[in-house]
């Protein structure tokens, strides 16, 4: 089994790159670490990369990938994966922090790179629109999350934080409460990003920037139940809905087994569970309805 510990950056489809190249330069407030024709790649004011972009049809997830320990063999996790069937190719020059990745198929055909080893990209020192700390987390729409949840799980090494009835899960492979979350729908595709900001405030102030923007909020901001995050929704012009989040929930210590407390949940200690048809939405906030969803 593969270990990975982090999200790197998501690699999307967009009919417009130049358009795209702009907001996510200056709404989302990322730099822009490397481009030519067809391509860009776009990296938080912290350095780390978080989105790629590929001229193409519509708006689609590409590509995702994560980093393993430093030092790791990656020899050692083609194997790993070929030991279930699973083909995984060396690549190169994926971007200007991923020098060498591996590369291979996910069970639900999505493009998964994994590398080890990751250069921290310069900050231009442009402060400009949102400035995340970090792309947080994708969620895709899945025929059948039974197996791409087992497929996450038993190679790369990720753990169920919750999961909604039977159709709605959150991995996560690091502190943070997920990383990925897939749930069932009649189409596959990708279904939202999520941005991490600092704090409350920045949620605030990147609500107002959004405005300013004529980009309206299609749901929040509110508290999710599941992952306790405060969160706030938009659609870009790709038709992409982004999520801009803080305050997640933190599995600080695996062995303990629980959500590091805070003075929002409704049980204490909080541990992964399965959520029944009651569960709200949100805590608080815009849309407090008993509709399926989280983010």
């Known amino acids: 089994m593969i270990q990975v510990r982090r999200l790197g950056h998501a690699t999307l489809t967009t009919p417009d790159l130049e358009r795209a190249i702009e907001y996510y330069e200056e709404v989302i407030g990322l730099n822009v670490v490397s481009r030519d024709r067809n391509s860009a790649i776009l990296?938080?004011?912290?350095?780390?990369?978080?989105i790629g972009l590929e001229r193409g049809g519509a708006a689609d997830l590409a590509r995702i990938s994560f980093q393993v320990v430093p030092g790791?063999?990656?020899n050692d996790c083609v194997r790993?994966?070929?030991e279930h069937g699973v083909r995984a190719e060396r690549r190169s020059g994926v971007s200007p922090g991923v020098k060498d990745c591996i590369t291979f198929k996910d069970n639900k055909g999505t493009d998964v790179d994994v590398y080890a080893e990751y250069d921290f990209?310069?900050?231009?020192g442009k402060p400009v629109g949102v400035m995340p700390l970090k792309l947080g987390h994708v969620a895709s729409r899945c025929l059948d999350i039974q197996?791409?949840?087992?497929?996450?799980?038993?190679?790369?090494?990720?753990?169920?934080?919750?999961?909604?009835?039977?159709?709605?899960?959150?991995?996560?492979?690091?502190?943070?409460?997920?990383?990925?979350?897939?749930?069932?729908?009649?189409?596959?595709?990708?279904a939202h990003i999520a941005f991490e900001l600092k704090d409350w405030p920045e949620i605030n102030r990147?609500?107002?920037?959004?405005?300013?923007?004529?980009?309206?909020l299609v749901w929040g901001p509110g508290r999710h139940v599941i992952g306790h995050n405060i969160a706030a929704y938009h659609n870009?012009?790709?038709?992409?809905?982004?999520?801009?989040?803080?305050?997640?929930?933190?599995?600080?210590?695996?062995?303990?087994?629980?959500?590091?407390?805070?003075?929002?949940?409704?049980?204490?200690?909080?541990?992964p569970k399965t959520h029944g048809p009651e569960t709200l939405r949100n805590y608080w906030g815009f849309g407090s309805?008993?509709?399926?969803g989280a983010g």
């Not at 990209?121 to 231009?124: E, I, K, L």
């Not at 909604?164 to 069932?184: E, I, K, Y």
């Open 147 to 190: 197996p791409v949840m087992k497929f996450y799980r038993e190679l790369l090494g990720f753990r169920l934080s919750d999961i909604r009835g039977d159709f709605f899960c959150f991995l996560r492979c690091s502190p943070d409460h997920h990383t990925v979350n897939f749930v069932n729908a009649p189409t596959t595709g990708l």
């Open 72 to 74: 790791t063999d990656l």
């Open 236 to 271: 870009n012009h790709d038709g992409v809905r982004v999520e801009l989040y803080t305050e997640m929930d933190q599995m600080k210590d695996e062995a303990l087994g629980y959500f590091d407390p805070r003075p929002w949940h409704q049980e204490l200690p909080l541990r």
């Open 289 to 292: 309805g008993r509709e399926a």
């Open 206 to 216: 990147a609500c107002d920037y959004l405005a300013k923007n004529k980009l309206m």
């Open 43 to 50: 990296a938080t004011k912290v350095g780390v990369e978080a």
């Open 121 to 124: 990209a310069p900050d231009t």
């Open 80 to 82: 790993a994966l070929s």
